[in-house]
C-alpha cells in the first residue's frame, strides 16, 4: 500500500519562507516522478512543482519560477517544497503526488499522478 504524507505547512507572515516536505512509502520512490499541487479555497487544484526520477528534470508553475524549488532525496523517500518570499496568493492546501508511469516527462496534469497525500495547509497572511 502506497503512503504520501506531507508536512511542514502553517501560518507564516508575507515574505517569508516555508519548506514543505513528502515522504512516501510503498513504491519505489527512485523511479517515479514527484509532483506539489496547491488548491486555494474556490479554485481548482494546480500544478506547483514536479521533479522526474532520473535525470532529476524539474519543472515549475511559470508564476512561481525563482521562488519556489523542488527538490529530491531517493535515500529518504522524500521529495522538498522551498517557498521563498510568500504572499497571500500563496495561501492554499498543497498537496504532494506520485506519477508512477515513468512517462520521460514532468507532467503537470493532475490526472496523470496516481498517488496523492491528504494535504497541508500553507496560509500567508499578516
Known amino acids: 500500500q502506497v503512503h504520501v504524507l506531507e508536512s511542514g505547512g502553517g501560518l507564516v507572515q508575507p515574505g517569508d519562507s516555508l519548506r514543505l516536505s513528502c515522504v512516501v512509502s510503498?513504491?519505489?520512490?527512485?523511479?517515479?516522478?514527484m509532483g506539489w499541487f496547491r488548491q486555494a479555497p474556490g479554485k481548482e487544484r494546480e500544478f506547483v512543482a514536479g521533479?522526474?526520477?532520473?535525470?532529476?528534470?524539474?519543472s515549475y508553475k511559470d508564476s512561481l519560477k525563482g521562488r519556489f524549488t523542488i527538490s529530491r532525496d531517493n535515500a529518504k523517500n522524500t521529495v522538498n517544497l522551498q517557498m521563498n518570499s510568500l504572499n497571500p496568493e500563496d495561501t492554499a492546501v498543497y498537496y504532494c503526488?506520485?506519477?508512477?508511469?515513468?512517462?520521460?516527462?514532468?507532467?503537470?496534469?493532475?490526472?496523470?499522478?496516481?498517488?496523492w497525500g491528504q494535504g497541508t495547509q500553507v496560509t500567508v497572511s499578516s
Open positions: 510503498g513504491l519505489t520512490f527512485s523511479r517515479v516522478t
Open positions: 521533479i522526474m526520477w532520473v535525470p532529476r528534470t524539474t
Open positions: 503526488a506520485a506519477d508512477a508511469s515513468r512517462r520521460r516527462r514532468v507532467s503537470s496534469d493532475k490526472s496523470d499522478y496516481d498517488y
